[in-house]
């Protein structure tokens, strides 16, 4: 079975400020990792994911993952936030040859500090 | 707008009540999930179609809940004799259905039992 562990349930940055989220996750196979990000009222929109091809992974918005296997994580990282980024962010994870559901960490709300 | 639709947006409800969701996925996927989302969580499985083939079922989906794609378009999710324990935002996702296919999310479906 897999699992996913988002470290800080709540996050704040000043705008301008270096963003990180922290992902871990638990798999026995090789892993597909996601982030998604959700506003207010609205579903989920991913941001980026990794499927094992480069470990860097970049997405939308200026965010970028960096999948480590020593360290079993994919943390979640953008150089200078903005006010915009304010929302609650769910790293996931499902695997190889699986079904593709996915299993979501508890999330982490991003706050944007002026 | 080709995006994952529900209906209706907000439901609320007397326990005891029957109350039914719609999902309308993005044209052509064939992968479509159901997912329960309480408040301060990431979201959770419940349920995953192939066209209109129920392929897998949570543990969280009990024999009160009931999920049909009856012509492997449209989704229907029933609850019946609903608990208060129920209320939660329940999203629905599709995919295309080959290999780490993304995800889209709709904007779910609000249940409050009352």
């Known amino acids: 079975a897999q699992s996913v562990t988002q470290l800080g349930s709540h996050v704040s940055v000043s705008e301008g400020a270096l963003v990180l989220l922290r992902c871990n996750y638990s798999s026995s196979v090789p892993p597909y990792l996601f982030w998604y990000v959700q506003y207010p009222n609205q579903g989920l929109q991913l941001l980026l994911k990794y499927t094992s091809a480069a470990t860097l992974v970049k997405g939308i918005n200026g965010f970028e993952a960096e999948f480590k296997k020593s360290e079993t994580s994919f943390h979640l990282t953008k150089p200078s936030a903005h006010m915009s980024d304010a929302a609650e962010y769910f790293c996931a994870v499902t695997l190889s040859g699986s079904a593709r559901q996915l299993t979501f960490g508890s999330g982490t709300q991003l706050t944007v500090l002026p | 707008d080709t995006g994952v639709s529900q209906d209706p947006r907000h439901k609320i409800t007397k326990r005891g009540q029957n109350v039914t969701f719609r999902c309308d996925p993005i044209s052509e996927h064939n992968r479509l999930y159901w997912y329960r989302q309480t408040l301060g969580q990431g979201p959770e499985f419940l349920t995953y179609?192939?066209?209109?083939?129920?392929?897998?079922k949570s543990r969280l989906l009990s024999d009160r809940f009931s999920a049909e794609r009856p012509k492997g378009s449209f989704s229907t999710l029933e609850i019946q004799r609903t608990e208060q324990g129920d209320s939660a935002m329940y999203l629905c996702?599709?995919?295309?259905?080959?290999?780490?296919?993304?995800?889209?999310f709709g904007p779910g479906t609000r249940l409050t039992v009352l």
């Open positions: 996702a599709s995919s295309q259905g080959q290999g780490v296919d993304t995800q889209y």
């Open positions: 179609f192939q066209n209109e083939a129920q392929l897998e």
